[in-house]
């Protein structure tokens, strides 16, 4: 069995669904992992924010504007106008969600899982049923039902021991070969629909290469590889042949657009072999990520936007020791925040954090719990690993950076107003 994982660059019109059909053509020992189609997610989390504040015909003018981009990807691949029923009706149920649910803020990460996860049953949808047009036989698998994680919307684990029963009964007996699942999303044990974190269909497929022992996974991306950098961003960007699983890692937690964060673990927990290759031209080897690959030694630069500073400090000015860092910590966690650097003195601690919409409960928080919080947003995290003085000259030096973190093998800055030339 092998994984192939497709982003939603990769299935953005129907060229690209065609191109899928080419990349799996001739496969009979296969498990497609699909996101939502092109920028579905972003117009669902709109949908769902219109939802949050009452405007329903906002909502709904958002989900006819998602219906129609899709109906014109369905009638562009069957050559004619098409109906698809299945289509049909997850459209009709995303109305009802949007326009009968009494909501409350309490339950925000639940309808947004809820309302998000339409994106990736519709492009499956399309996928499985085009698939099957074109004589390539599939199921299509409900990925809610399959894989149960934890009761942790927005951001879910997914409990492989539980999930691996109902994925390989799921795929048992079917008389076919080729299954396609959706990325990103799970259920929780109360039936309820989870989400696996922003760009979560990476992890999704690396639970199914784990729970089906595959050979390899694959994740098809509009780029040849793995690169040092991101091109848009960094001019000399090229590309790695080979990383190891600890290099990925660390890559990933610094916010290299390179793989999900909680991706490897359940692959290197079966020494299962993972590619990164070109969407555009299947031939071409991309990058293999194994526990086998010399460790890199090339600079790699990642930019992570869209960052927040919190500086927090006891209110009497006393030492920020451990046991006040588990408090902090613990509040984070319960409001979902993920941190990418720690900055401590003896008495603030820095952190640098994903912006979210919990960023005000948090620090109201904190206060409650007799903290002080200064937050500074729009700022960006810079991470240099096997840096040398040109680049640190180039991209660092002159820059309005806020905390600046330099050891040996990595430059770590907090940056305002960045700029890259």
Same mark, same amino acid.
């Given at each position: %069995?092998?994984?192939?994982?497709?982003?939603?660059?990769?299935?953005?019109?129907? +060229?690209?669904?065609?191109?899928?059909?080419?990349?799996?053509?001739?496969?009979?020992?296969?498990?497609?992992?699909?996101?939502?189609?092109?920028?579905?997610?972003?117009?669902?989390?709109?949908?769902?924010?219109?939802?949050?504040?009452?405007?329903?015909?906002?909502?709904?003018?958002?989900?006819?504007?998602? *219906?129609?981009?899709?109906?014109?990807?369905?009638?562009?691949?069957?050559?004619?106008?098409?109906?698809?029923?299945?289509?049909?009706?997850?459209?009709? *149920?995303?109305?009802?969600?949007?326009?009968?649910?009494?909501?409350?803020?309490?339950?925000?990460?639940?309808?947004?899982?809820?309302?998000?996860?339409?994106?990736?049953?519709?492009?499956?949808?399309?996928?499985?049923?085009?698939?099957?047009?074109?004589? %390539?036989?599939?199921?299509?698998?409900?990925?809610?039902?399959?894989?149960?994680?934890?009761?942790?919307?927005?951001?879910?684990?997914? +409990?492989?021991?539980?999930?691996?029963?109902?994925?390989?009964?799921?795929?048992?007996?079917?008389?076919?070969?080729?299954?396609?699942?959706?990325?990103?999303?799970?259920?929780?044990?109360?039936?309820?629909?989870?989400?696996?974190?922003?760009?979560?269909?990476?992890?999704?497929?690396?639970?199914?290469?784990?729970?089906?022992?595959?050979?390899?996974?694959?994740?098809?991306?509009?780029?040849?590889?793995?690169?040092?950098?991101?091109?848009?961003?960094?001019?000399?960007?090229?590309?790695?042949?080979?990383?190891?699983?600890?290099?990925?890692?660390?890559?990933?937690?610094?916010?290299?657009?390179?793989?999900?964060?909680?991706?490897?673990?359940?692959?290197?927990?079966?020494?299962?072999?993972?590619?990164?290759?070109?969407?555009?031209?299947?031939?071409?080897?991309?990058?293999?990520?194994?526990?086998?690959?010399?460790?890199?030694?090339?600079?790699? %630069?990642?930019?992570?936007?869209?960052?927040?500073?919190?500086?927090?400090?006891?209110?009497?000015?006393?030492?920020? %020791?451990?046991?006040?860092?588990?408090?902090?910590?613990?509040?984070?966690?319960?409001?979902?925040?993920?941190?990418?650097?720690?900055?401590?003195?003896?008495?603030?601690?820095?952190?640098?954090?994903?912006?979210?919409?919990?960023?005000?409960?948090?620090?109201?928080?904190?206060?409650?719990?007799?903290?002080?919080?200064?937050?500074?947003?729009?700022?960006?995290?810079?991470?240099?690993?096997?840096?040398?003085?040109?680049?640190?000259?180039?991209?660092?030096?002159?820059?309005?950076?806020?905390?600046?973190?330099?050891?040996?093998?990595?430059?770590?800055?907090?940056?305002?107003?960045?700029?890259?030339?």
């Amino acid at each position: %069995m092998k994984v192939y994982k497709f982003g939603g660059a990769s299935v953005r019109t129907a +060229d690209g669904v065609r191109n899928l059909a080419h990349i799996v053509e001739g496969e009979q020992d296969l498990f497609i992992i699909v996101s939502a189609m092109g920028k579905t997610t972003n117009a669902l989390e709109r949908v769902f924010t219109h939802m949050q504040n009452g405007r329903k015909e906002e909502a709904n003018e958002e989900i006819k504007q998602i *219906q129609a981009y899709h109906a014109e990807i369905i009638d562009n691949l069957w050559g004619e106008p098409t109906n698809i029923n299945e289509v049909t009706l997850l459209f009709g *149920q995303l109305r009802n969600i949007v326009n009968d649910i009494v909501y409350r803020s309490a339950d925000a990460e639940l309808w947004y899982d809820t309302i998000v996860a339409y994106g990736e049953l519709i492009s499956t949808t399309i996928i499985s049923k085009y698939l099957n047009h074109i004589g %390539m036989r599939n199921r299509w698998i409900d990925m809610r039902t399959t894989l149960l994680t934890n009761q942790r919307h927005k951001d879910a684990n997914v +409990d492989i021991k539980a999930s691996k029963h109902r994925l390989r009964a799921a795929i048992e007996n079917t008389g076919v070969g080729v299954f396609v699942g959706q990325g990103f999303i799970g259920g929780a044990p109360d039936g309820t629909t989870t989400t696996l974190g922003r760009e979560g269909s990476d992890y999704s497929a690396a639970v199914v290469a784990n729970i089906l022992s595959a050979e390899s996974m694959s994740v098809w991306k509009d780029v040849e590889g793995v690169l040092n950098a991101d091109p848009k961003i960094f001019k000399d960007a090229v590309k790695i042949d080979a990383l190891n699983y600890l290099d990925t890692i660390e890559l990933a937690y610094s916010g290299a657009q390179i793989i999900h964060p909680k991706t490897i673990k359940p692959l290197q927990n079966k020494n299962i072999p993972l590619y990164v290759r070109p969407f555009g031209d299947k031939t071409k080897p991309g990058t293999v990520i194994n526990g086998e690959a010399e460790r890199v030694n090339i600079p790699i %630069m990642i930019y992570k936007p869209n960052q927040v500073l919190l500086i927090i400090r006891s209110k009497d000015f006393s030492f920020v %020791m451990e046991e006040q860092f588990g408090e902090i910590f613990s509040l984070l966690d319960s409001y979902r925040i993920k941190t990418h650097l720690i900055n401590n003195s003896a008495v603030d601690l820095g952190l640098c954090v994903d912006a979210s919409w919990h960023i005000d409960e948090l620090i109201k928080a904190l206060e409650e719990e007799n903290f002080m919080v200064e937050k500074t947003e729009d700022v960006g995290l810079l991470t240099i690993r096997n840096y040398n003085s040109e680049l640190y000259d180039r991209y660092v030096h002159g820059q309005q950076h806020i905390i600046r973190q330099v050891n040996p093998e990595s430059v770590r800055v907090v940056l305002r107003s960045a700029k890259f030339e």
